[in-house]
Structures are given as C-alpha cells and as structure tokens.
Antibody, heavy 119, light 111 residues
C-alpha cells in the first residue's frame, strides 16, 4: 500500500525558514517523480515544485522560485521541501504527492501538513 | 485568475449526469495534452480521478469519464451519487516556467 506522510509544518514568523518532509512507503520511491502541492485556507490547489526520481532535475512555480528548494533522499525514501524567506501568502496546507507519467499527474497524496506564516 | 477556467459550482440530482468544464483561457496553456482531474472532499487530500485526458486510475468508478475538445476539457460524472459531492479540480501542463497549473475548482452539489 502506498503511503505518504508529511511532517514539519508549524507556525512561524515572516522571513523564517522551515523544512517539510514526506516519508514514502509501498512503492519504488526512486523510480518516480515527486511533487509538492499547496492549498491556502479556503482556496484552490497550487502546484509548488517537483523533482524527478533520480533527483537530477527540479521544477518550481514562479511564486516560490529562489525561496524554496525541493530535494529527496532515495536511501531514506524521503522527500523534502526547504522553505526560506517565508511570507504570509505561503500559509497553506502542503501536500506531497507521487507523480506518474512524468511530473504532470499525481496518483497518491499525503494527508498534508499545515504551514502558517504570521507575525 | 487561473489560466484554466472552471465553473464555480454545478449541481445535479442523484442518478443524473453532470459535466464540469475546464477551459484554457491563456496562451500559456500550449498543447493542453496532460489534463487531469482531482476530487477533494472537505478536509481531505485530493484524489486523482482522470489523467491523460481520459484515462481512469485503477479503483476509480467508471461513472467518471474525461474528454477534451479544442481548448476545453470536461469531466463527466454519470449516475450521480451523494458521495460524489466534493470539489473538483482540473490540471494541465503549461508552456511557462510554472510547469503545472490547476483550475480554480468546481464545487459539485448533489441535490
């Protein structure tokens, strides 16, 4: 059974940093691209970032480029999102998801972790 | 304003069929080939319902189907059931540096 478990969310002030983790199990982690998608309270889904299975290529939404870094440790079956220079509009539930057929389709999702940026 | 436009809400009675549209309204959406649809119940993670325009993941009911014509993709749900009441999001690749885009979402109400 595929399982994705996010952790690392919390409350922090603008300008702060946070690292999210997503522990994966139940599939060949290194064979699949992974992605982060976020959802601000009461709003729609927003794609944030993706990384291919080897970790050799990464992709970012314009809204987070230069501030967020996606990475993965295939030996630990874990996906990360390092978030720096956080702003109030980064407040959201952050989901990790497993991708299929490249980086465009997300067939399994975690339960999400809430990041709140507020002074 | 997303470059993928969905109706804010649709409704239908049990047993009926409904269609949710997703129109690419920007030149940022080029190709519009990698279309997918997600269902999200309140407080839950999204669930993939349709991918690659019209492919259904294993375990998803055949009451859900996808199609595309020109710059408009559609999700059709036949034989509406109470459990189908949820938010639905379309998604596509883009030609700009944001690689994946979601539509604004459609709230489906089963009357």
């Amino acid at each position: 059974e595929v399982q994705l478990l996010e952790s690392g969310g919390g409350l922090l002030q603008p300008g702060g940093s946070l690292r999210l983790s997503c522990a994966a199990s139940g599939f060949a982690f290194s064979s699949y691209a992974m992605t982060w998608v976020r959802q601000a309270p009461g709003k729609g889904l927003e794609w944030v970032s993706a990384i291919i299975g080897s970790g050799g290529s990464t992709y970012y939404a314009d809204s987070v480029k230069g501030r967020f870094t996606i990475s993965r440790d295939n030996s630990k079956n874990t996906l990360y999102l390092q978030m720096n220079s956080l702003r109030a509009d980064d407040t959201a539930v952050y989901y990790c998801a497993k991708a299929i057929l490249g980086i465009y389709f997300f067939d399994y999702w975690g339960q999400g972790t809430l990041v709140t940026v507020s002074s | 304003q997303s470059a993928l436009t969905q109706p804010a809400s649709v409704s239908g009675s049990p047993g009926q069929s409904i269609t949710i549209s997703c129109t690419a309204t920007s030149s940022d959406i080029v190709g519009y080939n990698y279309v997918s649809w997600y269902q999200q119940h309140p407080g839950k993670a999204p669930k993939l319902m349709i991918y690659d325009v019209n492919r259904r993941p294993s375990g998803v009911s055949n009451r859900f189907s996808g199609s595309k014509s020109g710059n408009t993709a559609s999700l059709t749900i036949s034989g509406l059931q109470a459990e189908d009441e949820a938010d639905y999001y379309c998604s596509s690749e883009t030609s700009i540096s944001t690689f994946v885009l979601f539509g604004g979402g459609t709230k489906l109400t089963v009357l």
